[in-house]
């Protein structure tokens, strides 16, 4: 392949994986707890043809690395339901997966099952922090979440959020939009410098659309510009190729 339009390509499919996290962003930006990303790209040499067969020296193009979220808490959005909660520090709650597997979010938004289990409103139910499900009785009223993560109703102690943190948020997997998964050690916010749970409260996503769309237009017309130099560059090949084939 000509090095040339080779060097047009790779810069147009990093255009449009960088595209493709900027519009996931954007599509999230109303869900809770969500986490913007953005997309890192590394240099990548390559050896240039030189004459009969040598290399002509090093070109560089560009290869994706993947994609970094950014771990700014969202803005902290006030509710009137008791069960929402916003969590401030860089902590997470524990739930249990579809799969049964614990998985970990910072989505405060919660509600209670038709068993009366603590779930998220999307229904994975929160453990507390013994890693079980939190349960109420039928006649369990006047919920209060303390800002240790400790639950009680008017009939006494109802258990405690399990909350944990982790040594690097970067290798958490994303499952869905604010779910995570790991296979480091869940640490306990006790090693936190600063933690706590407000109550009828829940974080946003970080994502600004103001910033976001001005990205996408950005993207946008950068894709443009390649698209089209590496037109440019077609044409030139093309005509080099009729120049050389009148000459006689």
């Known amino acids: 392949m000509d090095t040339a339009l080779f060097v047009g390509l790779a810069h147009r499919s990093a255009l449009k994986r960088r595209m493709d996290v900027v519009a996931h962003n954007i599509a999230n930006m109303s869900t809770a707890a969500f986490n913007k990303e953005r997309s ?18 090093k070109i560089a193009t560009v290869m994706d690395h993947g994609v970094v979220r950014n771990l700014e808490a969202g803005t902290m959005i ?89 040594a690097n948020e970067q290798n958490m997997k994303r499952r869905g939009n604010s779910l995570y998964e790991t296979d480091q050690a869940p640490q306990p916010p006790e090693n936190m410098t600063e933690f706590s749970i407000r109550q009828k409260a829940y974080e946003g996503s970080n994502v600004n659309p103001i910033e976001s769309m001005v990205e996408m237009i950005d993207v946008m017309r950068a894709y443009e510009r390649a698209s089209k130099q590496s037109g440019g560059i077609e044409e030139m090949r093309k005509d080099s190729l009729n120049r050389l084939a009148q000459v006689k």
């Not at 890192?40 to 020296?57: K, S, Y």
């Open 40 to 57: 890192v790209f590394r240099q990548h040499l390559i050896d240039a043809p030189g004459a009969a067969g040598t290399v002509g020296g």
């Open 78 to 166: 006030p509710t009137s339901n008791p069960l929402d909660i916003f969590i401030n520090g860089r902590a997470y709650l524990s739930v249990q997966g579809g799969d049964g597997q614990t998985v970990y979010t910072r989505n405060g938004r919660m509600t209670l099952d038709s068993e009366r289990n603590l779930t998220l409103l999307s229904g994975e139910k929160i453990l507390d922090e013994n890693g079980q499900a939190i349960q109420f009785d039928e006649d369990d009223i006047d919920i209060s979440i303390a800002t240790d993560g400790s639950i009680s109703t008017n009939n006494g102690e109802r258990g405690k959020l399990g909350i944990v943190s982790f």
